[in-house]
């Protein structure tokens, strides 16, 4: 009942305001057309209600003709002719002003009035509507340019910046694109060949990120949400009467624009391809990076809003809202697509596969976006094929890497003995490639009968059961296990090759173990490599203390502890010593950098010299001591001995200046 009673009075309101207009106008009509046309178009602009008022007042106080009705729009739309000097000012948009709003009603008037004034023989009515529109249209180019110029939101990077979870991995990359261990601090200033430049202590160096993560409530306002009403009515009008071409060129070229300064905003600068691969890595490692966040930004946010922007302001006309998406958002993403292509054609090498793995996977998700926005095939086969060339770059770079794991050939060994920098280089290289695992599985094609395969055929691991990129990592630690062999050779004392050995091979195992690689390779892997370690160890003391133990045997001295020649243990106490301090002297300035290990080694050489010396001087001793400067022979006790040992293996060469201490 109420609701009736609210619609009664609203519409009797109505024909109160309309009644009182029309006699206002009735007594206007002994006055010149002009004048009546001015007060109606004075009335219409106080209430948009009374634009209808043409419909039914005439100049005899009854229905006005269609001619008088377009008489009316046609001043308004001539007021606002483009070509006029009073004009040049824009519309009155939004709602403050009722400028707009009067002028799409008289084209609205004319655009209605159309089909009945084109069946008229009148031609001169007919062409003055038709020109009236041409100029409503130019008008409404100008005001559909101005408002989407007027009312693009600049992309505010630093917003979407702090959207962007890094995930930083503890890999500090030097400037040759080295990766170095986090836990690791020594510095090695021996020759690596090809690693040479390789410092574990560098820690202002950069980290690698892996690509960065974009918060799921991010977003982006590409226009001023109040006005999108408004590009819509002046985009339904020149579509309406025919103007798509230009209502589509107009919105395309400004909406291009500003996706062009998205990108300058996010630093994606206009390259070549050839401008591309002149670029010193270290910038390009930095344009890489760039490039993985704008792909991100652009794709996620920037392209899915201006799609919605399009569905919006072109609402009803689903081929014009394509042709603008596809036109607007082309330059932008070709750009990027350029700037991928380059980076995949690129020349190949180790420091660049994890950014070129970053690429590929931001790819590939940019890519499942596109292909349901662009409808554009160029836009897409040109997305797909950059994808693919990625993935063929990012693999080729792989095998890069394994090339040149297999061909360094530096030639000048460690000092001391210890880790090579290609053991560092490689295995840290390695632990990075795991996080990559899910990637890289579904890029590599791996066959048993892939001759890169073949160094598993002696292998007693299942590699069967291995995933492809578990496959190509025991490969490559084979690999690099068969280097170090051979750079063991290098050293002349066979002792150092197995100190050499020990060392990379543990590091080797510790870096496998501490990470997903213990996974993926296994534990019986683990246990060989371990029971190697051994194996060297066990070689190390046959090649470095046989000679030492030897003085210590009884055979060639005699006889027995009464009879034994004191000459003969003369010369075994001055040979053991001799022998003892140029083992100490030299084994002092080698390096074992694992405490464990060096225990280890410690615990072995004293269970084999320490009983063995004092088995000897509890047999001859008294011998030696009963003559002449018996402490010229006999110089250690076993307890002096073993403290000496424990100077071994810590990389600083030192030489016995002693005198015989009295055993406790």
Not at 138 to 152: A, K, P
Not at 449 to 462: G, K, T, V, Y
Not at 559 to 570: D, I, T, Y
Not at 634 to 660: C, Q
Request: proline content about 2%; hydrophobic content about 35%.
């Amino acid at each position: 009942m109420g609701t009736t009673t609210t619609t009664s009075i609203n519409t009797g309101g109505e024909d109160r305001v309309l009644a009182t207009a029309q006699q206002i106008v009735n007594s206007l009509n002994n006055t010149p057309k002009e004048v009546r046309q001015d007060m109606l178009l004075i009335l219409s602009s106080f209430d948009n209600r009374l634009s209808n008022i043409t419909s039914l007042i005439d100049g005899d106080g009854a229905s006005k003709s269609e001619e008088d009705r377009f008489a009316l729009a046609e001043k308004v739309i001539l007021r606002w002719d483009p070509s006029s000097e009073g004009s040049r000012r824009s519309l009155n948009w939004g709602d403050s002003g009722d400028e707009s709003g009067e002028y799409l009603s008289a084209i609205d008037e004319i655009l209605n009035l159309m089909d009945e004034l084109s069946v008229r023989s009148d031609s001169e009515i007919v062409d003055r509507a038709y020109s009236a529109i041409q100029h409503a249209m130019s008008r409404l180019e100008d005001e559909f340019r101005q408002v989407l110029i007027g009312n693009t939101v600049p992309l505010d990077a630093e917003r979407l910046y702090g959207s962007i979870r890094r995930c930083s991995l503890s890999f500090p990359v030097n400037g040759a694109g080295i990766i170095a261990g986090e836990d690791d601090d020594e510095d090695d200033d021996e020759d690596g060949g090809e690693f040479e430049s390789f410092s574990e202590d560098d820690r202002s160096s950069r980290y690698h990120e892996r690509g960065p993560s974009l918060d799921d409530n991010a977003s982006v306002d590409l226009i001023d949400p109040k006005a999108v009403d408004e590009l819509r009515e002046i985009a339904t009008r020149m579509i309406r009467f025919g103007f798509k071409k230009e209502c589509i060129q107009v919105y395309s070229t400004v909406r291009r624009d500003a996706l062009d300064e998205c990108l300058v905003i996010l630093g994606i600068e206009k390259l070549s391809i050839e401008e591309v691969q002149k670029i010193d890595w270290n910038s390009l490692d930095e344009k890489m990076k760039k490039w993985i966040q704008a792909v991100k930004i652009v794709v996620r946010l920037i392209l899915s809003g201006e799609k919605s922007l399009c569905d919006q302001i072109f609402c009803g006309a689903d081929e014009t809202k394509e042709i603008c998406f596809n036109e607007t958002v082309k330059g932008c993403v070709m750009q990027l697509l350029n700037f991928g292509e380059a980076v995949a054609i690129g020349r190949r090498s180790p420091e660049k596969l994890f950014r070129i793995l970053d690429m590929y996977d931001v790819m590939a998700e940019a890519f499942a976006r596109l292909a349901v926005l662009v409808t554009d095939d160029v836009v897409i086969n040109e997305a797909r094929d950059v994808l693919s060339g990625l993935g063929e770059a990012a693999c080729g770079t792989f095998a890069e890497f394994e090339n040149a794991v297999q061909s360094e050939t530096s030639k000048k060994p460690m000092q001391s003995g210890e880790i090579h920098p290609l053991t560092r280089y490689v295995m840290n290289y390695v632990k990075l490639i795991v996080d990559y695992s899910e990637t890289l599985n579904s890029l590599l094609e791996i066959s048993e009968d892939d001759e890169q395969l073949e160094p598993l055929r002696n292998d007693d691991s299942d590699s069967s059961k291995l995933t492809p990129v578990a496959r190509r990592l025991l490969v490559l630690i084979t690999s690099l296990h068969s280097n170090l062999e051979e750079k063991s050779k290098l050293y002349e004392d066979g002792a150092l090759q197995y100190i050499f050995l020990m060392n990379n091979i543990l590091y080797v195992v510790q870096k496998v173990k501490g990470s997903d690689l213990g996974g993926l390779l296994g534990d019986n892997w683990v246990r060989k490599r371990r029971g190697q370690i051994r194996q060297y160890a066990t070689s190390y003391l046959r090649a470095s203390w046989t000679k030492v133990l030897h003085c210590l045997k009884d055979e060639g001295i005699g006889g027995s502890s009464n009879n034994a020649s004191r000459v003969a243990l003369k010369e075994r106490f001055m040979n053991f010593n001799a022998y003892f301090k140029e083992t100490y002297r030299v084994q002092t300035a080698w390096k074992v950098p694992d405490a464990q290990l060096r225990e280890e080694l410690w615990i072995s050489i004293s269970e084999k010299v320490i009983p063995a010396y004092r088995s000897f001087m509890g047999r001859f001793r008294n011998q030696v001591e009963s003559g002449r400067h018996a402490g010229k022979y006999i110089k250690y006790t076993a307890d002096d001995l073993e403290n000496y040992l424990l100077d071994l293996f810590e990389g600083s060469p030192r030489v016995l200046h002693h005198m015989r201490r009295k055993s406790t």
